[in-house]
């Protein structure tokens, strides 16, 4: 019962951003999608919609190329890392579950494993894990590279919200080791045991999470592959052209109408 403000309000909103990316999308004279899962939804929301895939991207060369500051402080290790808006409810509510779900399992074999949340804005939700002295809430921070590089896994422990999220990105790009709900990377196509390790239960996240800690070599290699990747399917080298074309078939079918 207490949720049920939230739920409400949730309800609201989402007939609301239905009405509003209807009108959009009828208004258009291209419409994209950063994933195929997202291209669906529009095209469920518009019958006779054919929403072009442009997926998100990054800058891989920024991301494998880092270094951390030599004034970065060291990270307690075992570290690891989430990065995102912390007052954004689906990380709020991941982040959440990890810490009261999870993060008991690790510690208990990891007793000194720390676990870094890492973004602006943190909710007055996270005020316990503030006090937990296993793990860090860091606020906003210059710049999240210096947490990925450095954290011995990365992990998404997401259970709600869409479309295809920059952490994972980021992540990938950096070449870290990841774990990762099934919807945390929803919208990619990686293949689980080869580019990350994907859990949905307390248990099995714990075990993947503990996993990837206690092998090296395993880590590196999942990182390796998600780095490649990276490079080879979202790198904006790979992804500018398709926006491009996209955009020039717009402007060539208005001016063919005159």
């Not at 209807?22 to 419409?31: H, T």
């Not at 290790?77 to 989430?82: D, E």
């Not at 949340?117 to 210096?146: E, Y």
Request: proline residues 9%; contains cysteine.
């Amino acid at each position: 019962p207490r949720r049920w403000p939230e739920a409400l309000y949730s309800f609201i909103q989402w007939q609301k951003l239905r009405r509003y990316e209807a009108g959009f999308c009828r208004a258009a004279d291209r419409v994209a999608a950063v994933s195929e899962a997202d291209a669906q939804a529009l095209a469920r929301l518009v019958p006779g919609l054919a929403p072009r895939v442009v997926p998100n991207g990054v800058d891989v060369a920024s991301y494998r190329g880092f270094t951390s500051p030599a004034d970065f402080p060291p990270l307690q290790r075992p570290a690891l890392v989430f990065t995102g808006k912390m007052d954004f409810r689906p990380n709020v509510d991941g982040v959440l579950w990890f810490w009261q779900e999870v993060w008991p399992s690790i510690r208990q074999a990891q007793p000194t494993a720390h676990f870094y949340v890492v973004g602006q804005r943190p909710h007055t939700r996270l005020a316990p894990l503030a006090a937990d002295p296993t793990v860090t809430v860091t606020g906003l921070v210059p710049d999240v590279r210096p947490y990925i590089a450095e954290a011995d896994a990365y992990v998404i422990p997401l259970r709600m919200g869409g479309g295809t999220r920059l952490k994972v990105l980021e992540a990938m790009a950096m070449g870290k080791g990841l774990v990762s709900t099934a919807l945390g990377c929803e919208g990619f196509p990686l293949a689980p045991g080869q580019h990350l390790l994907v859990a949905d239960s307390p248990g099995d996240f714990a075990a993947a999470t503990l996993a990837l800690l206690a092998e090296p070599s395993r880590r590196e290699a999942l990182g390796q592959a998600a780095q490649t990747f990276a490079a080879a399917h979202y790198d904006w080298e790979a992804i500018v052209p398709s926006l491009e074309a996209l955009l020039l078939e717009a402007v060539a079918e208005r001016e063919a109408r005159g």
